[in-house]
Every structure is written in structure tokens, then in C-alpha cells.
């Protein structure tokens, strides 16, 4: 019954790790997914007082209270 008990315990701190680890992403701020506008990115991707725009073709998120940021190409 134990080893039952310590097989599940063992799954799920394994897969909450993969999930972790697959999720950092997100917490960067930045994302590897290209795009051309600020529309393609994903607009719920960024928490409040930021706003996700698009910077040198990666999603980004800003805070809302900075002036876009303009490259020139």
C-alpha cells in the first residue's frame, strides 16, 4: 500500500514539474512566437498594468504607462 501511496506522490511532483518547467515562458514576459502586429499576439498573456505589444517581432508586454517602443529597421 505504501509503495501505491509513494508511486502517486512521485507522478505528481513529476508532473508538476514538466508543467512548471513548460510554463516559464510566461513569466519572462517575453515569448518566442513571432508577429507583425500587436494583434497577434495573445492578449491575455500579460498581467495588469501591462499591455502585450509587439517588439522586434516578439509578443512583449509594456506597462501601460510607457510610450511605445519604436525600433527603426
Known sequence: MTK???FVCVTI??????LAA????SWSGHSS???FK???CNKNKCRKPTVVK?????????PVF???IIYSS
Open 4 to 6: 501505491i501511496v509513494k
Open 13 to 18: 511532483i513529476i508532473i508538476s514539474l514538466f
Open 22 to 25: 513548460t510554463n516559464v515562458e
Open 33 to 35: 512566437r513571432n508577429c
Open 38 to 40: 500587436d494583434e497577434d
Open 54 to 62: 509587439c517588439v522586434d517581432r516578439i509578443c512583449t508586454c509594456v
Open 66 to 68: 510607457q510610450p511605445p
